[in-house]
């Protein structure tokens, strides 16, 4: 490891400082950025800096310990010198941080201690500010073992952050990669003396790319952190400004490039009553057809275009259709190809609602450009059927997911001394100059970032329309232009549900619709139908009227409201009545703010009193019985308390509505602003005891009423929920629209829909129930152990652990393992890690080993894996190959019966278990079996460690609902040579 630089296995204090004086081997390529010039001609940080990285057992500085370090120093591109070496921890390092550095505890036997380098470390460094990648996390865990840094640390993280926000991932490698930086072609990625030679590339390659930005940003972002003299980047951005300068001269921000909003064609209706003909899908579909000639290895599926042939069906005669397809059909373009005809021929849009992000993008991104192309080329075959115009298409999402730019502006100009709140403004700020859409989604915002989005996005309530200054360049109206102008708009469920109900719609008129991952409808439905309310939420409402924050805070709007009037010609009797009204409501602002934290203290008293006790989030169900409680008789007062005062605000601001109303011709400053704000807070005070009434007193029947404690967070959530959904659906969606197609790859239940048609209030002859074109008897066994004990009997946790064991043994991991509870899989992840690991196989949990995306990749790249999930890990997981071979199902996926809306809902079944619980399972048992074989070629074994389904009668329903599929009994201790048989052809290979 050190050959470079002595000839010692370990650096000793003996060792002051063993170095090298040479450059910065050249890159293998030029990459993007750098153009062939000499160092000497290229903008480079000038200043003396220390590049650090620490390799830990663990992330708590406390408890963990270093087990390597690294410093380079340099200036520019050149490196002046290193100092690394490994250190001997007091323990063992833990498998999981062996794996990912390559570091064991025989590399480190003979290494020396801390304490034996923390001298010859400190010297090294000295005075020169530091660097490193999340360089917080090194520099706490050099502090943890008495080494503590005074100068400033800059974080290339956060210099990415702001400098390429649309960038994704902020990882190291991922950094590395997206921006070309120059590879150290000696060491390995997670060692130490190689992520610090990276951080130092990494930070250069930042600094170029800062110095090619516009002059005012680099001004804005030095102006907004003024405030914040110890913010480290503050010199980086400083000496960029003076370079920026010398070379461009003072280059002004160039205006965003945007089309004109009265550029948009709306989509209009041609006239046509013309049909899809069912001779043109056919044609699109055929093997030797255009997509045969556009798409190597393309095969025409019968399950794909019977799906086709039924959708345009539905489309030519105006009815619904629901069709469950399997996976491998390829249903996207299944209903795209029709939707897409339909919409040519007619002039008619069509919305595609789906749930996930995931195939969100797919269909927008890859599947609607491909049909583009497709049709582009049939058309040239000579096929008159299909329209000549150009298809359109947008993706559309919700307010809160555009940028509103007035907002940001406001945000800038009220920006304080929080060091958190400025990072996260610049962030924005700098990631605006870039944007092309304005879409949240672009931007890697964490934590309390989220939070200044919040005040920043594109809400309706303080949207001014046409009155904005930024309406012509502004991402969401531009974004709901371009879906006016399409034939077919890509949503999500929440928005086509909310927009349904809205005062204010996003959507443009539209009379078809197809709904993929339908069976998600009713789930996402309960959340957008009902209404839910925090502390938190009443606090923003009091501080939006009166602000008792600190004073670098934006003050409420009745203290702002003389500053709009200011040049305006109101007169002094329109400040004489706000005055009056100002005087009137405050106090009983004031007692609100007491009463409201009376109530939600009153109600979490209730809540710890009432609801079971559980090591994660507290629910509990307000009943008729809870109402009747002890606990609950202390409610009602404080409630009446409440009510009394809220009743008092809202005929005030009522009336100030109505002054604002009056001066619409009196040309005050951001009227609009003015009114939209005031009409938001009128808003709520009426809507608040609405709903919490409802809440308090259970008077609508149709509502569920329960709260929630989130305990990471610590607040407590109100809830109100529709008891059923169908009605508002029927009403809104299917009596309203032309056409809906509901699809996806879980819809039946024993081969009917009544179950879910029922749950959405579907009503149709129409259904289709298409087999998937993969072969599951030849690529999938489905294997039940018989003498595995059931979930409730004492031995059941010992024997899942067991062959949760066996099966990752005999697979070499390529296992993922799905559980019903979060309480399990924690338990069960501690009980095996430690086992696979004296295996070499790495064991990853939902929620422990880091994000749902991060995680899935980690199990896509590393074979030797085991990856617990649960929830969202049913469906959505898409790993094709081998990655994959081996599935566990934990247990049937029955929902909890204490869940508040669970619960609720059973009870309005005579039989709740068949009718309501058994089919809810099945569809979710269906859909965790579908994460095993995705491809043609995937192979692989299902083991359910439930034997429920042999012992109980209900559990054939189970087994009947999947595909055909071989399917195996025999005893748990055959799992691990079942397995190995399974998969010898796979294992075999990669042998």
């Known amino acids: 490891m050190h050959s470079q630089i002595c000839s010692c296995a370990y650096h000793t204090r003996s060792n002051t400082r063993c170095q090298t004086q040479s450059q910065l081997r050249p890159p293998a390529r030029t990459p993007t950025g750098y153009n062939s010039s000499t160092v000497e001609e290229r903008v480079m940080y000038e200043h003396t800096m220390v590049a650090i990285d620490v390799e830990a057992t663990g992330l708590n500085h406390i ?38 550095t390559g570091i064991t505890n025989e590399m480190v036997s003979d290494a020396p201690s801390f304490g034996d380098i923390r001298a010859t470390l400190k010297a090294f460094i000295g005075d020169d500010p530091v660097i490193g990648h999340s360089v917080e996390y090194d520099v706490r865990m050099l502090a943890g073992s008495g080494l503590r840094l005074k100068q400033s640390s800059i974080d290339t993280f956060e210099l990415a952050s702001l400098i390429v926000p649309t960038v994704g991932s902020f990882k190291l490698g991922e950094l590395i990669r997206r921006l070309d930086v120059p590879l150290d072609t000696v060491g390995d990625a997670h060692r130490a003396l190689y992520d610090a030679r990276m951080a130092h590339r990494l930070f250069v390659r930042l600094y170029e790319m800062l110095c090619s930005r516009d002059m005012a940003l680099v001004e804005e972002v030095i102006r907004i952190t003024k405030s914040l003299p110890q913010w480290p980047l503050q010199p980086i951005f400083t000496q960029a400004l003076s370079d920026i300068a010398k070379s461009s001269f003072g280059r002004p921000i160039l205006p965003r490039v945007t089309r004109s909003l009265d550029e948009y ?86 919305v595609v609602s789906t749930h996930t992000i995931n195939l969100q993008d797919q269909l927008y991104f890859k599947d609607i ?22 298809l359109q298409y947008a993706l559309l999402k919700g307010r809160s997911n555009y940028l509103c730019m007035r907002r940001l502006e406001d945000v800038k100009a009220s920006v304080g001394a929080n060091e958190d709140e400025t990072r996260a403004v610049l962030k924005i700020a700098t990631w605006a100059t870039q944007t092309r859409a304005g879409d949240r989604n672009e931007i890697s915002l964490f934590d309390k970032e989220q939070l200044i989005w919040d005040r920043c996005h594109a809400a309706f309530e303080m949207c001014n329309g046409p009155g904005c200054g930024f309406f ?47 069976h998600n409808l009713e789930e996402v439905a309960t959340d957008q139908f009902g209404w839910a309310c925090t502390a938190t939420d009443i606090e923003d409402f009091y501080n939006g009227l009166i602000h008792e924050g600190s004073s670098n805070q934006p003050e409420g709007l009745l203290s702002r409201f003389p500053t709009f009037l200011k040049g305006s010609t109101a007169g002094p009797e329109v400040y004489e009545r706000f005055s009056n009204i100002v005087q009137a409501i405050s106090p ?17 008293r209730v809540l710890t009193r009432e609801a079971d006790e559980s090591n994660y989030d507290t629910r509990l169900r307000i009943t008729a019985v809870t109402r009747r409680s002890q ?26 509505t109505g002054i604002v109303d009056n001066l619409a011709a009196s040309n005050v400053a951001d009227y609009e602003v003015l009114m939209s704000a005031f009409k938001r807070l009128q808003r709520f005070s009426v809507e608040f005891p609405i709903q919490c009434g409802n809440l308090i007193s259970g008077s609508e029947p149709n509502l569920i009423t329960w709260m929630i404690y989130d305990k990471q967070r610590e607040v407590l959530r109100l809830a109100i929920n529709p008891l059923e959904v169908a009605t508002l659906l029927r ?46 008897e030849s690529q999938a066994l489905l294997y039940v152990p018989q003498d595995m004990p059931e979930p409730k009997d004492f031995d059941y946790q010992r024997t899942l652990e067991d062959a949760i064991v066996a099966t990752a043994l005999a697979a070499v991991g390529r296992t993922l393992v799905l559980f019903t509870a979060t309480s399990a899989l924690r338990a069960t992840y501690t009980a095996v890690q430690e086992r696979l690991n004296e295996h070499d196989i790495n064991l990853i949990g939902q929620s ?53 809306i669970y619960a609720a809902r059973s009870e309005q079944f005579t039989d709740a278990f068949n009718e309501y619980s058994l089919p809810q399972s099945i569809l979710k048992f269906k859909q965790g079996f579908g994460r095993l074989v995705r491809g043609k070629s995937d192979h692989g074994i299902v083991i359910v460690l439930d034997r429920r389904v042999l012992s109980k009668k209900y559990g054939q329903q189970f087994l009947a609902s999947l595909p055909p599929t071989t399917v195996r009994t025999g005893p748990v201790r055959a799992i691990g040579s079942l397995v190995k048989r399974t998969l010898k052809p796979a294992l075999d290979q990669d042998a």
């Not at 410093?71 to 833990?94: C, M, N, W």
């Not at 399997?326 to 005809?341: C, N, Q, R, S």
């Not at 404080?638 to 009510?643: D, G, K």
Request: negative net charge; hydrophobic residues 40%.
């Open 731 to 776: 009403e809104n969606l299917f009596d309203a629209k032309a056409a809906v197609v509901l699809t996806s790859a879980t819809l039946s239940v024993n081969s009917r829909f009544d179950y879910v048609m029922g749950r959405l209030g579907a009503d149709t002859e129409h259904t289709y129930q298409l087999e998937s074109p993969f072969d599951y």
């Open 848 to 900: 422990l080993d880091g994000s749902r995306k991060a995680i899935l990749e980690r199990f896509k790249r590393e074979p030797r894996s085991v990856l617990f999930g649960t929830s969202s890990f049913w469906e959505g997981v898409d790993v094709v190959g081998d990655a994959l071979s081996a599935l566990i199902i934990t247990k049937l996926p029955f929902s909890v019966p204490t869940d508040p």
């Open 369 to 390: 450009p491909a049909l583009t192309r497709t049709f582009d080329a049939d058309r040239a075959d000579g096929n008159t059927n299909i329209p000549d115009v150009p």
């Open 63 to 100: 408890e963990d310990e270093v087990i390597e370090v690294a410093a380079v120093r340099f200036r520019g591109t050149q490196e002046l010198e290193h100092y690394t070496t490994l250190i001997k921890p007091s323990g063992d390092i833990p498998f999981k941080i062996s794996r990912l």
């Open 631 to 656: 606990a609950w008789q202390s409610i009602a007062p404080i409630w009446q308390n409440v009510e009394d005062t809220y009743n008092s605000i809202s005929k005030h601001l009522l009336d100030i």
């Open 472 to 518: 012509n360049e502004c991402w969401f109206f531009h974004a709901r232009k371009q879906a006016e102008a399409a034939h077919i708009v890509v949503v999500n469920h929440a928005l086509l549900l909310a927009d349904m109900v809205s005062e204010m719609p996003v959507l443009p008129a539209y009379d078809h619709v197809v709904i993929d991952e339908a």
């Open 588 to 604: 009983s602002i004031e007692r609100a703010r007491v009463h409201t934290k009376e109530l939600y203290d009153a109600l979490y």
């Open 265 to 350: 064609q709306i989509l209009e209706p041609t006239e046509s009553s013309t049909p899809i003909n069912a001779t043109t899908i056919q044609r699109v579909f055929a093997t030797d057809g255009v997509l045969g000639r556009l798409f190597e290895g393309y095969e025409q599926r019968d399950p794909q275009v019977a799906m086709a042939q039924a959708v345009a069906t539905a489309f030519n005669e105006s009815h619904h259709v629901v069709v469950e397809a399997g996976t491998g059909t390829g249903k996207g373009m299944a209903y795209l190809v029709p939707a897409a005809l339909h919409a040519l021929e007619r002039g008619q849009r069509v």
